[in-house]
């Protein structure tokens, strides 16, 4: 990292992105306890010693994976409406979530359809019921009038929208991240 600028190095960048690569690359082949570092390092054409100048082993690389996948994600939600209290406003937050999933498709449908991870799969559930309370704290008063309990209520969109993700993931997408946040935020409001 670039003290004066806050910027990282592009070398840093490419190498990393050469070890993502290549993680992905291998754990469709395998097991993730099968990948060792002398196969990563083959795989992403560098050196272990440059490896372990990133990271220590390989859960270390898998936990600062996860830690930049959810970066990366809540980078992209903050470009969503501050306030999703319209109909449009949550199909937009999901647009957003969904664009990114299936601009970096590769990489979540291995990690969460395939193979899944369960340090992925455990980030991105936080990640989905961080949102899905911000949003069912606004419908207290409904949830209370109609006797459903909030952490019910929580478990269930949060489940259900990683469900749907891994679903299209698993189909290859058949739907565009437009037509399946709307269709999402349709069965959600239906059920209310």
Do not use: C
């Not at 670039?2 to 070398?11: A, E, I, V």
């Not at 990271?55 to 903050?78: H, N, S, T, W």
């Not at 501050?82 to 449009?88: I, M």
């Amino acid at each position: 990292m670039d003290s004066t600028s806050g910027r990282t190095d592009p070398r840093i960048v490419r190498t990393r992105q050469l070890l993502r690569d290549a993680f992905v690359e291998l754990l469709q082949e395998m097991d993730i306890e099968k990948i060792t570092v002398n196969r990563l390092a083959e795989r992403a054409t560098i050196n272990r010693v440059t490896f372990y100048l990133h990271y220590r082993d390989i859960p270390d690389m898998v936990e600062k994976m996860a830690d930049e996948m959810i970066g990366d994600i809540y980078a992209v939600l903050k470009k969503a409406p501050a306030n999703s209290n319209s109909p449009e406003e949550e199909i937009t937050i999901l647009v957003y979530l969904l664009e990114h999933i299936a601009e970096h498709a590769t990489f979540y449908k291995v990690i969460l359809a395939m193979k899944r991870t369960p340090i992925f799969m455990d980030r991105l559930l936080k990640l989905l019921t961080d949102l899905i309370t911000a949003k069912i704290d606004s419908m207290d008063a409904y949830l209370a009038t109609a006797g459903i309990q909030k952490d019910i209520a929580i478990w269930y969109g949060s489940s259900s929208l990683i469900g749907t993700i891994i679903a299209w993931l698993r189909n290859d997408m058949p739907y565009t991240p437009q037509y399946l946040a709307k269709q999402f935020y349709m069965l959600r409001s239906s059920m209310r």
